[in-house]
């Protein structure tokens, strides 16, 4: 069945390109980036406090005065733990390394997302009144709830992310 088939009554051939596309760019972020970024995110709270550890163990270590503690006949024992806790550190930092690798993946993902439905809307956006735009139907939101709630998720990436969107693209978008 072609999308012409599925107009609902009064809807135009438009206002289903735009509505599909949105819809097409929820389900992705819904079913694909969310569900990821909520594993990373499960995953990454231990680590996170590993890390936050690994800061008080250097700490400790770095203000404790060894020569006051039984350990001070071990002359190197303050260098040693330094330098223990900073390789482990290192090693947790690889890991974070990779896990903002990921999420800038997902950042990447939403993206394209809105570009792509922003650019089918700005293609369309003559062929479609007000009134049409913020109109709910039985089986979606409004198109510009749909556009609002992009944006609003695009917003949330922009201020973890700012450098991936400063390439400006998308506010000629909505220009």
Not at 99 to 126: Q, W
Not at 141 to 148: N, V
Not at 159 to 169: A, M, R
Request: with cysteine; glycine share 4%.
């Amino acid at each position: 069945m072609s999308t012409i088939d599925c107009l609902m009554e009064g809807e135009t051939l438009a206002e289903r390109r735009v509505a599909d596309s949105l819809v097409k760019v929820y389900r992705s972020i819904f079913e694909n980036e969310y569900v990821e970024l909520k594993r990373i995110i499960d995953e990454s709270i231990p680590f996170l406090e590993l890390i936050a550890s690994l800061v008080e163990q250097y700490e400790t270590i770095h203000k404790l005065d060894f020569t006051q503690t039984p350990l001070k006949q071990f002359p190197n024992m303050k260098e040693l733990l330094l330098a223990k806790v900073l390789l482990e550190t290192a090693r947790q930092g690889e890991k974070l390394s990779q896990t903002v690798d990921k999420l800038d993946a997902i950042a990447t993902a939403v993206r394209k997302g809105r570009h792509g439905a922003f650019s089918v809307y700005g293609s369309e956006e003559n062929n479609i009144s007000l009134e049409s735009a913020s109109e709910r139907t039985a089986t979606r939101p409004a198109i510009s709830e749909l556009l609002e709630w992009l944006d609003t998720m695009s917003d949330l990436f922009r201020q973890e992310y700012p450098s991936q969107w400063s390439n400006g693209v998308d506010d000629l978008i909505l220009c």
